[in-house]
C-alpha cells in the first residue's frame, strides 16, 4: 500500500490529529464566543446538517424498521441511564478514600446521569457501517429522556434539584433533531433514483462535521482555565474517564454479541457507541441550571469536558477496528447458514436413504409376492388383497414424500 493510498484511507485519524494540533496551538478560534460561533455553528448547523444528511442517506423503510427494534432500544436506554449512572456511584464509593478531588468525582457522577448524545454516536456508527437508523433513534430518544431523567438522577445520586426549562431544551432537540431528519427524508423522496445512481460520500461528509465538532471541543477543553487545576487528580480523571469508556464498550460488545443474543453485527456496532457516549450540548446547559449558585460548577464540569472528546477520540481511532469486526462477522453470519443447510441436506440424504432402501427392497417384494412373511418368526402370513393393496399404496406414497424434499432444496 503506497502512502498516497494509505493517507486516503487513515485520512479521518489524521484529521482528528491535525484538529486538535490546531485547537491546542490556538482554543480561541473555536471557543464559545469565537470567531466561529460553535454556540450558532455547532449546536444549530452542524447538528442539523448531521440529521438532515442521515435523512437523505437513509432509506424509509430502514428507519421505520429501526423503530420497531424494542429490544434493542430497550438495552441502549436502560444502560445508558439506569446502569451506567449506578456503576459510576458503586465506582465512586471505592474512589471516596482517595485523595482525589471531591469536586471531580461529583462531576463524573454527573456524567454518569447525563443522556447519550444527538450527534457523535450517530456519526460513528454510520462511519463502521452499522445500524444508523436504531443509532438515530436511540440518540434522539436518549435526549429527550434525559430531559427528564437525567434531573431527577442528579437529584438522586447527589442531592441536587432545581427547575429545567424543559420546554426551550425540547423545542431545541425537535428542531435541530426531528426537522432535519424528516427534512432529508421529504428530500429523499424527490432525488431518490439520483442518489442510487450517483451515490454521494454521505459518510465522508459526516466525518467532515465530526472534524468540525472534536476542533471546537477541544478548543473549549483547552481554553478553560480549569483544566490546570492538581496535575494528579487531572491525570487520574482521564485515566479513570478513559478506562471507563473501554470497560463499558467492552461490556456493551459482550453482551450484544453473546450466543443467544439476537443482535446483528451492525446492531452491536449502534449498541456500542450509543449506549456509552454521553451528552455535552445538553450535559453543560443542564449542569448549570442544576447546580446553579454553586462556586464548584466548574470543577464539577471538568469531567464531562474531557469526557465528550475523549468519547469522540476514542470511538475515532477504535473505527477501523470495528469495521474490520463488523465486515468479517457479517460475512461468516451470512456464509455459516449456507454451510449449515449444506449439512442438514447431506444429513438428511443419508437418513432417507437408509430408510428408503430397505422399503423399496419390501415394495418390490410386494409387487411379486401374494403374501407377507415377518422376518422375526418366519411365519408366511396370507392378506386379503386390500391389505396388500393398501401397503402398498403406504409404501408409495411414503417414497414419493421423501423424493419431494430432495428434489426441491
Known amino acids: 500500500m503506497g502512502p498516497l493510498e494509505r493517507l486516503r484511507k487513515e485520512w479521518f ?3 482528528i490529529v491535525l484538529v486538535i494540533a490546531v485547537a491546542r496551538l490556538e482554543p480561541g478560534v473555536g471557543v464559545k464566543g469565537g470567531p ?3 454556540e450558532i455553528t455547532i449546536t444549530y448547523i452542524a447538528v442539523s446538517a448531521i440529521f438532515f444528511n442521515s435523512g437523505l442517506s437513509l432509506k424509509t423503510e430502514e428507519l421505520t424498521s429501526a423503530l420497531m427494534h424494542v429490544k434493542l432500544h430497550l438495552f441502549v436506554q436502560i444502560f445508558t441511564l439506569v446502569f451506567f449512572p449506578t456503576a459510576i456511584w458503586v465506582f465512586l464509593q471505592l474512589l471516596s478514600i482517595t485523595p482525589i478531588n471531591e469536586w471531580l468525582l461529583k462531576g463524573l457522577q454527573t456524567v454518569g446521569c447525563m443522556p447519550p448524545p ?5 456519526i460513528l456508527t454510520k462511519a463502521v457501517g452499522g445500524n444508523e437508523a436504531a443509532a438515530i433513534f436511540n440518540s434522539a430518544f436518549g435526549s429527550f429522556l434525559g430531559i427528564v431523567i437525567t434531573p431527577l438522577l442528579l437529584l438522586l445520586f447527589l442531592g441536587s434539584s432545581s427547575s429545567v426549562p424543559f420546554t426551550s431544551i425540547f423545542s431545541q432537540l425537535f428542531m435541530t433533531v426531528v426537522v ?3 427534512i432529508g427524508q421529504i428530500v429523499r423522496r424527490y432525488i431518490k433514483d439520483w442518489l442510487e445512481r450517483k451515490k454521494p460520500p454521505f459518510g465522508a461528509i459526516s466525518s ?11 478548543c473549549d477543553t483547552f481554553a478553560n482555565p480549569n483544566i490546570d487545576l492538581d496535575k494528579f487528580s487531572l491525570i487520574i480523571i482521564v485515566f479513570i474517564i478513559f478506562s471507563v469508556q473501554m470497560s463499558f464498550m467492552f461490556l456493551t460488545f459482550l453482551f450484544s454479541t453473546r450466543n443467544n443474543s439476537t443482535f446483528t453485527p451492525a446492531d452491536t456496532v449502534a449498541i456500542v457507541f450509543c449506549s456509552t457516549h454521553k451528552s455535552l450540548t445538553l450535559g453543560i446547559p443542564m449542569l448549570k441550571i442544576v447546580f446553579a449558585g454553586y462556586e464548584h460548577l466548574s470543577l464539577i464540569s471538568v469531567p464531562l469536558l474531557i469526557y465528550h472528546p475523549a468519547q469522540i477520540l476514542l470511538g475515532s481511532l477504535l473505527v477501523p477496528t470495528i469495521k474490520s469486526w463488523m465486515v468479517s462477522r457479517q460475512k461468516s453470519v451470512t456464509s455459516s447458514p449456507v454451510n449449515n443447510r449444506k449439512k442438514v441436506i447431506w444429513y438428511q ?3 432417507l436413504y437408509l ?8 415394495y418390490e417384494k410386494l409387487q411379486r409376492a401374494d403374501s407377507i412373511t415377518l422376518f422375526r418368526t418366519g411365519t408366511p402370513i396370507k392378506g386379503p388383497c386390500d391389505t396388500e393393496f393398501h401397503l402398498k399404496k403406504t409404501l408409495s406414497d411414503f417414497l414419493a414424500y421423501i423424493k419431494f424434499p430432495l428434489t426441491n432444496r
Open 208 to 218: 467532515c462535521v465530526l472534524l468540525m465538532i472534536i476542533y471546537t471541543t477541544f
Open 180 to 182: 432535519p431528519l424528516i
Open 13 to 15: 485519524i489524521l484529521g
Open 349 to 351: 440424504s443419508l437418513v
Open 36 to 38: 466561529l460561533k460553535p
Open 118 to 122: 444527538v450527534s457523535s454516536a450517530v
Open 355 to 362: 430408510m428408503a432402501t430397505p422399503c423399496c427392497h419390501l
